[in-house]
T-cell receptor, first 109, second 114 residues
C-alpha cells in the first residue's frame, strides 16, 4: 500500500530565505505527483503537478522536482514571504490520490 | 478557472440526523471525490466516482453513502450522524481528458455533530 511521508511536519523560517520541503513515497509506480497549499480552515489549492515522465515543474517562485526511482519529491520555495505561510501537502496518484500529512510552514517577517 | 463549490462552509447537526453534503463542479469533470480531514490523520478518501451513477469506496466508507445523479454534482450522505463524524469534509474533481488528472478542491465544509 502506498505511503506518503512529509518531513518536517512544521518549519519556521525568516522572511527571504530559500527553503525546501520534502515528500517521500514507498511505491514508485505513480502516475503523477501533485503539490497543494492549504490555508487554515480552507480547501486545498493546487500548486504544481509533475507527471511521472517529468523531472520538475516550475511556477513563479516555486519549483518541484520528482525522482521516481528514489521515491522522492521536493518543493523549493525561493525568497520566502509571510504570505507563503500555510500547510503544504504532496499527493501521489496511483489510483486515486494518496496524501502526505503536510508540512506546516511559517515565514516570519 | 475550475470552480468546485460546497453547499455549506459550516454545519452543526445532532447525533442521529441524516446529513447531506453537496458538491458541484463547473468544468465537466468526470471524476469526483469526497475526503475528510482530521488533525494528525491527514486527508482520507471516503468515496469517489468516475462517472454518473458510479461510485467506488475509498479508505473509510463506513457510515457514509454517496449519490451522483448528474455529472456536475456529487453528494455525500451521513445516514445517521455520529460525533466521530465531526470533521472537515473536502470535495474534489478531476478530468480524465488531457491525462493529468489534476485534482481541484472545494473550500470545505466544517461539520460538527453534537
Amino acid at each position: 500500500k502506498q505511503e506518503v511521508t512529509q518531513i518536517p511536519a512544521a518549519l519556521s523560517v525568516p522572511e527571504g530565505e530559500n527553503l525546501v520541503l520534502n515528500c517521500s513515497f514507498t511505491d514508485s509506480a505513480i502516475y503523477n505527483l501533485q503539490w497543494f497549499r492549504q490555508d487554515p480552515g480552507k480547501g486545498l489549492t493546487s500548486l504544481l503537478l509533475i507527471q511521472s515522465s517529468q523531472r520538475e515543474q516550475t511556477s513563479g517562485r516555486l519549483n518541484a522536482s520528482l525522482d521516481k526511482s528514489s521515491g522522492r519529491s521536493t518543493l523549493y520555495i525561493a525568497a520566502s514571504q509571510p504570505g507563503d505561510s500555510a500547510t503544504y501537502l504532496c499527493a501521489v496518484r496511483n489510483t486515486p490520490l494518496v496524501f502526505g500529512k503536510g508540512t506546516r510552514l511559517s515565514v516570519i517577517a | 478557472d475550475v470552480k468546485v463549490t460546497q453547499s455549506s462552509r459550516y454545519l452543526v447537526k445532532r447525533t442521529g440526523e441524516k446529513v447531506f453534503l453537496e458538491c458541484v463542479q463547473d468544468m465537466d469533470h468526470e471524476n469526483m471525490f469526497w475526503y475528510r480531514q482530521d488533525p494528525g490523520l491527514g486527508l482520507r478518501l471516503i468515496y469517489f466516482s468516475y462517472d454518473v451513477k458510479m461510485k467506488e469506496k475509498g479508505d473509510i466508507p463506513e457510515g457514509y453513502s454517496v449519490s451522483r445523479e448528474k455529472k456536475e454534482r456529487f453528494s455525500l450522505i451521513l445516514e445517521s450522524a455520529s460525533t466521530n463524524q465531526t470533521s472537515m469534509y473536502l470535495c474534489a474533481s478531476s478530468s480524465t481528458s488531457g491525462g493529468t488528472y489534476e485534482q481541484y478542491f472545494g473550500p470545505g465544509t466544517r461539520l460538527t455533530v453534537t
